[in-house]
Structures are given as C-alpha cells and as structure tokens.
C-alpha cells in the first residue's frame, strides 16, 4: 500500500512519519498557506526522512541476520543522542543572544 502524508513543516513531524513507515512525504509550496515552507526548507525536511529511513533500515537489517543486535541498537542510540545534543546545542548557541535581551527586559521591569 502506498501512503502519503503531506503539509510537513517540522523536523519531528517528518521523523515520526518516517518512523511510521509512510511512502512518500509532501511539503506545501503555495504562498498562502500557513503550512508553506520554503523550497530549501523542503529539501531540508527530505534529507532528514532520508536518512532516518535509512538508519532504521540498517539497523533492521543487521538485527535481522543476527550480526551484534544490541550492539548495533546501542550504538543507534548513542548516535542519535548525539545529533540530538548537538541540534540543541547549535539551538542554545544560536539563541543566546535574544535569551540575553529577554532576561534583561525582565529583570529591568519595574512592579
């Protein structure tokens, strides 16, 4: 069966469909909707199914033909935490400066 979901706009909306073992994934294009994404945004979003897809394809596979299957389920969650940390790294980075100037507007607000 071939199944296809559409108007993504998330990272984890597309990994959890990828998950889910979807066909295809379709992303919104027209200017005025609020589900549009850029193009670049797109491609974003389909490298990332990519390569969950692929990952948990490997990780099947070699756990199906017996080779280290919790060795190989481990390091799948050692790498993954990994990328995990350092997108929330690369977030906190990114956004220190506007956590600084919301900090500094609430702490110089008078009562």
């Not at 984890?12 to 670049?40: M, N, Q, W, Y």
């Not at 390569?51 to 280290?68: R, S």
């Amino acid at each position: 069966m071939f199944v296809k979901f559409c108007g993504f706009t998330r990272e984890r909306d597309v990994e959890a469909a990828a998950d889910l073992g979807v066909s295809a994934v379709g992303f919104i294009f027209h200017p005025a909707s609020k589900r549009c994404v850029t193009p670049e945004r797109a491609a974003l979003l389909g490298k990332i199914t990519q390569a969950a897809i692929t990952a948990f394809g490997v990780v099947v596979a070699l756990q199906e033909i017996g080779i280290a299957a919790e060795f190989i389920g481990n390091v799948f969650i050692v790498v993954l935490s990994a990328f995990c940390f350092g997108l929330a790294l690369a977030f906190a980075l990114g956004s220190k400066d506007i956590v600084k100037k919301w900090l500094e507007e609430v702490t110089q607000k008078k009562p």
